[in-house]
């Protein structure tokens, strides 16, 4: 991912983390909703390091995914859009144009 040289008003930062923020949210409480059913099912060892290895691999993709610096904020957003975390109206109060590139790399 490349970043991107973007100018972020007052504004337009309180915007944008309050959308990263939801979608984080959103995100977390969909993993531990799917967490406790999963853990329902363990009835093995292998069940529990399943569970572990899942969560694992999940915390690392989180990691990578929610990343709060305005150099790549725009794919941040474009991604969390594309994956459902995120809605279009959330950003509302970001510059026209960075809605336009957010909404342009959604469709990629």
């Not at 390091?49 to 691999?57: G, K, P, R, V, Y």
């Not at 995914?65 to 941040?76: A, E, G």
């Amino acid at each position: 991912m490349q970043a991107i040289d973007t100018q972020w008003s007052q504004t337009e930062q309180k915007v944008a983390k309050a959308a990263f923020d939801k979608a984080y949210k959103r995100e977390i409480n969909a993993l531990i909703q799917q967490v406790r059913e999963q853990a329902k099912e363990i009835s093995e060892l292998d069940d529990m390091w399943n569970m572990h290895d899942f969560l694992s691999a999940r915390r690392h993709e989180i990691d990578g995914k929610y990343d709060y610096r305005y150099s790549v904020l725009i794919f941040v957003f474009a991604r969390l859009l594309k994956e459902g975390w995120l809605r279009l109206d959330e950003l509302e109060g970001l510059e026209t144009d960075k809605i336009k590139k957010v909404t342009a790399l959604s469709r990629m």
